[in-house]
């Protein structure tokens, strides 16, 4: 791809973005910090932290004049909604295998509102800034006129959106439970950006999706019954042989899907 005077704008405005979105991040989890510090209630210092990282969010989207990504565009949203087909699954299979920890749930009814308020701004910033944002630069940069250029802004934008999870070693994991949570997040994010793709860049349907995954995903995980953010954030017990057996199947199963997703036949007019 030659690299012409207007790509050269787009590649450094993608990285200043970024930059954004990172320093964004860091900032996110130091207010996150103090707030647990000062709120005993852990439901309401989550909320709390992700309503900051939800401010610095839309500041950076007004910052680089990209609110245009907020638009509703339903055009590919009634062909494109099943690419999202293994997430409705691991919804499904979250919900009956949590059934227990709803019912023995000890939340009070305030708890619940923040949980689900939490997981909402959870999918309103992670979605906005990747691939709201940074999706779509890596789109305007690599253009859409081939599955190549497709995937390749794709796959780009989910190993962003991997490694940023990285930081999660200041919460107390261990390395290799991050950094095996940062790189199954590369393959998860790419399946998220071959979604966002097929359903036309629609950003409120991602927002809505990832918003109740996060939300069954914690309720099967214990949220509901003391179980502490911290813990269900990266897994703790783990090898490094049950880190390659664990990357290479999940990692597998997410990059076959998201090339079943975006086989040439279903991108055709899907480029916006």
């Excluded at 502490?228 to 954030?233: M, P, Q, T, Y």
């Excluded at 664990?246 to 597998?252: D, F, R, S, T």
Aim: overall charge positive; aromatic content about 12%.
């Amino acid at each position: 791809m030659a690299v012409n005077a207007d790509s050269k704008i787009k590649i450094k405005e993608l990285f200043l973005i970024v930059a954004a979105c990172l320093i964004s991040v860091i900032i996110y989890h130091a207010a996150a910090e103090v707030i647990d510090g000062v709120v005993s209630d852990t439901f309401l210092s989550a909320f709390l932290g992700e309503a900051v990282f939800a401010v610095l969010t839309i500041v950076i989207a007004l910052a680089f004049k990209k609110t245009y990504i907020f638009k509703n565009d339903r055009t590919y949203l009634k062909s494109g909604w099943s690419s999202a087909g293994l997430l409705y699954v691991m919804i499904l299979f979250y919900l009956v295998t949590g059934l227990g920890n709803l019912i023995d749930s000890s939340a009070t009814g305030i708890q619940w509102l923040l949980l689900v308020g939490h997981c909402i701004l959870i999918g309103f910033c992670e979605e906005t800034l990747f691939r709201g944002l940074i999706q779509r630069q890596f789109h305007a940069i690599f253009k859409e006129d081939s599955f190549k250029h497709v995937f390749l802004a794709i796959v780009c934008t989910g190993v962003v959106f991997g490694l940023t999870h990285m930081i999660n070693l200041t919460r107390g994991a261990s390395f290799l439970s991050v950094a095996f949570q940062a790189m199954v997040n590369i393959f998860i994010g790419i399946y998220y950006c071959a979604i966002f793709y097929r359903v036309g860049k629609n950003l409120w349907f991602m927002i809505f999706l990832h918003g109740i995954y996060d939300l069954i995903g914690l309720i099967n995980q214990g949220r509901l019954n003391g179980a502490a953010l911290s813990d269900v954030i990266a897994p703790q017990q783990l090898t490094g042989r049950s880190f390659g057996l664990g990357l290479l199947v999940l990692g597998g199963i997410y990059l076959l899907i998201t090339i079943f997703v975006l086989r040439p036949k279903k991108l055709k007019g899907g480029g916006i």
